[in-house]
C-alpha cells in the first residue's frame, strides 16, 4: 500500500534486533508519510519501543536499513537523531525539574550575548513566545519546571522538541496520566503539527485515542511485522485479533463473567467503618466465589477503601469481620495472615522491585508471610516460580530473568503471582489493567473471573475502565467522595448504568 515514494519521510527496512538469547526484532518494516499521524500497537513485549530505540540511537540494529528523508542514517545515541530531526516525548517526562520552563526548552541551545554569556531576557521572550504560539498555552517560563503538573510539563517536552526543528516527532504513551481536557488539548496541539508537515508517530493502549486521533497504523506481534493499516478501514475487533493472532469475536471480548449468585459465606465485612478523610462510614460485604467491582471517577475513594482492607489505612470507627471474625488490623500483615492479598495500582512505586528476578519477586510475599527466619528451599522456590509462569502465561527467557526487563503487562502478571502463591481467600486488584496491552487486559479480566468460579475466591476488581466492570463483576459498588453511594447486580452492570449511578441518577437497584 505504498504511494509514490516522496509522499514519505521514514522507511525502516528488514530491521532485526538481537540481544544476548533474544531476537526483540525480527524483519520489522515500518513506513510513515510526511505530515501524517502514525499509531505504532501491539501487545506489551511486542516490540514496540525496541523500534523506537533503534529509530532514536538508543540502541543499534542487528540488521536492516534506516531510510530517512531519502538518506540511510545509522544514528548512534539519542542527541544524534534529535540532530537529524527525529525527537521523542516520553510517558515520563525527561525534562530537568529543577531548572526553570525556558531552561528546559533551550537546554545546550541557550542563546548567547556578544560576550558568550546566555542571554536570559531573549531565552525568556523565546520561550514564552515559542509556548503561546506554537502550543496557544500563557505560563511564567521562569518558574521551576516541577511548579506544573505532568500534562504541563509534557507540552514544554513536546514545544522543545518543535523548537529543535523535528520533522518527526515521537509520543510514546503520552496520555497516560492525562485528565480527557488535557488529552484533547493534546490532540489539538498534535493536529496543528501535523498541519505544519511534522510526522507524529504516537503509541498509546487507548484504542479510543487511536482512532479519534491517528491516520494510519502498524501493528507488530512478537518482535515482528503483521501489517500497515489505514484505520478507516480497520475495524476495531480486526486491529485486537491482529494484536493478539487469533480472532476475537465481540463476545468473546464481551463475557464470561458469571452472572449468578455466590454462596452466602462471607469472606470480609465492613459495618459503618470510617477512615478519616478517606472511607466514610462504609458498610458493605464481599463473598465468596464473587468478583466485586469498585465503581468511581478517579479520587473516588476506591483505593482507599482497598487499601483499609488490606491494613495500609486504619479505621477510627466501625468494625471489619473475616470468616464472620471481628479483627483488629494494625499493619498489613496481620491481613496477609487473614489471607487477603493486595496487588497495588502503581506496580513501579508499590509492586515490583526491580533488581530482583521473576522467582524473587513472586516469592515475596510468601517469605514475608512466613517470616524471615524460615527461608523457603530454592527447589520450592523453582516449583512455585515455574507453576505461576506456566499458568499466567508470562512472557519471560526464564524465571532468572530481572523483573524490570520484562514488560509492564509481565511486570502485572508477576505481581498477581505473588500474591496467588500466597493461596489468599480474598485477591484485590486495584487498576490492575492500567497501562498495558489489550491482549494481557482480557487475559487477567478472564483470570479474575476464573477464581472466584474455580477457586472460589472472592476478587476485588478497581478499574477505570467500565466495559471491564461489565466484562468481569457480577456485583459493583459504586462510590462517589469516599462512601457508597449504591450497588448494581447481574444484569443491572452495565456502562450506562454505571455512569448514571456515578452521577446519583440510577434509580434501579435500592
Known sequence: MQDKNDDYILHMKNIDMFFPGVKALKDVSFNLKKGEIHSLMGENGAGKSTLVKVLTGVY????????????????????????????????????????????????????RGKFGNIDWATMNANAKKLLHEEMGIDIDVNKVLNFYP???????????????????????????SLSD?????????????????????????????????????????????????????????????KMMGKEVREDDIEANV???????????EFDHVTVPGKVKDLSMDIKKGEVIGFGGLLGSGRTEIAETMFGIMLKSNGTIKVDGVEVSVKTPMDMMKQRIAFCPEDRKVQGIIGDLSVRENIILAMQAKDGMFKHMPRSRQNELADYYIKLLRIKVSDREQLIKNLSGGNQQKVIIARWLATEPNLLILDEPTRGI?????????????????EKRMAVVFISGEM????????????????EKLTELNGDEISTAHIMQAIAGDYHGHA
Open 150 to 176: 505532568v500534562a504541563m510539563q509534557q507540552m514544554i517536552a513536546i514545544a522543545r522538541a518543535v523548537d529543535t526543528k523535528c520533522r518527526i516527532l515521537i509520543l510514546d504513551e503520552p496520555t497516560s
Open 60 to 111: 543499534q540494529k542487528t540488521n536492516g536499513t534506516i531510510d530517512y528523508a531519502g538518506r540511510i542514517i545509522e544514528p548512534k545515541t539519542p542527541l544524534e537523531s534529535q540532530q537529524m530531526g527525529i525527537s521523542t516525548v516520553y510517558q515520563e517526562v525527561n525534562l530537568c525539574a529543577n531548572l526553570t520552563v525556558a531552561e528546559n526548552i533551550y537546554i545546550g541551545r541557550e542563546p
Open 437 to 453: 496491552d489489550v491482549g494481557t487486559k482480557t487475559e487477567i479480566e478472564a483470570l479474575a473471573v476464573r477464581l472466584a468460579k
Open 181 to 241: 481536557k488535557e488529552t484533547e488539548r493534546l490532540f489539538a496541539i498534535m493536529r496543528k503539527l501535523k498541519a505544519q508537515g511534522i510526522s507524529i508517530i504516537f503509541i498509546s493502549h487507548f484504542l479510543e485515542q487511536i482512532y479519534t486521533i491517528c491516520d494510519r497504523v502498524t501493528i507488530l506481534r512478537d518482535g515482528v511485522y503483521v501489517g500497515e493499516y489505514d484505520l478507516k478501514d480497520l475495524p476495531r475487533i480486526q486491529l485486537i485479533s
Open 258 to 268: 458469571d452472572k449468578s449468585v455466590p454462596d452466602e459465606n462471607k469472606v470480609i
Open 467 to 482: 466495559g471491564e466492570m461489565v466484562r468481569t463483576c457480577s456485583r459493583v459498588l459504586i462510590i462517589r467522595d469516599h
